[in-house]
């Protein structure tokens, strides 16, 4: 069996596909594979006990054609430079898909958050900050949570950005708490957009959204509440899981109460009464409905794609299947919502956000969740229309959209000198 394929090596396959398709020349690939700016930085930190230790930092700035850069920032031990540079990418296809203004850029620490305390994750936030803010800004870059990271890390980056500027800067972030200029709805937005990608494929697909089973793997920010919306919507969620393993029951659980718990102080939804454990490898390889990865990328490869049972995955995770797993999973005939449209709620809404920031004026949850649902409902016509068009996969679909339209900013704008 070959080595697992990366997320960068990932990312640079499904570019070259959607290049081949639209037939580009050379340098346009080389141009879009390429990322325009990155930068690594040393985040020194005193730990509560007064020794110091020094982390390392990313902000990986992938394209910036269509805007000023916009995506998150992950705090996770396994974070590396190329990971980054792979998430940037998926966020310029993301936001070129979804028609937002929007180049695309990751940042990320490599630490495991869980083993620091608040006081030590508030200090790395500011240095981190800090040390990028000369390249971060609402007209440059705009940084987001992602994995790791939450509302709370985005204050502590505004407040640091702002302190550092001497006036306050509300649209450097997004994904900040509504108190200081976060949006309503953001924190659902991203799960709320992969129920709503799910039902459009099941509609499509001639399924009743309200006869499936599902399986969620990954009860963090995305998958928990995407978890629960799936619920709350009509459909069975047999399986949820996070980083200690997962928790199953044939009858259907209720997600909305195991996450009170889990904000209540439980630790793992292992365990939880009523459910069989399972492991995260088992949930994935459920005979449900419908599978939502939402954890962490390459988790559907070519050494468990065949055993894959799911009718319908929809991607909440950025990255989750390789190039390798998706053939396999094309074969087999899955439908594959991809990440870069199933998980784009979560965008989709920081974009209102830095325009409510920008006009410092404000939306109801209502008219947030109507225009994501709008943007989320139009780009799913879009990608399928396309991929029946061609004869190619949804994934292939929303890169050709996504890469096609990064393609002609570039050739319209010219290049300087
Ligand atoms: N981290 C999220 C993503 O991967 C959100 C990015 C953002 O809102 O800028 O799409």
Redesign the pocket.
Known sequence: MAARQSAWESAQIQLAEAVRHLGLDDGTHQLLATPRREMTVSIPLRRDDGNVEVLRGYRVQHNLSRGPA?????YHPSTDIDEVRA?AM??TW?CSLIGIP?GG??GGVTIDPRLYSRTELERVTRRYASEIGPIIGPEKD??????GTDEQTMAWFMDTYSVNRGYTVTGVV??KPVSIGGSEG?AG??SRGVMIAAFAALREAGANPRDVSVAVQGFGKVGGLAAQYLHDAGCKVVAVSDVKGGAYNAMGMNPAKMLREMRAGMESVVGYPGTDAITNEELLELDVDVLVPAALESVIHDGNADRIKARFIVEGA?GPTTPDADAVLESNGVVVVP?ILA??G??????F?WVQDLQAYWWSEHEVTDRLRGILESSYAEVSALAVERGVSLRTAAQMIGVGRVAEAHRTRGLYP
């Open positions: 916009k995506g998150g920032i992950r998430l998926w966020m993301k929007y850029a990751k705009i940084p987001a949570p992602d994995v997004t994904g953001r937005a991203t950025n990440d998980n784009s979560g965008v989709a809404v920081s974009y956000e």
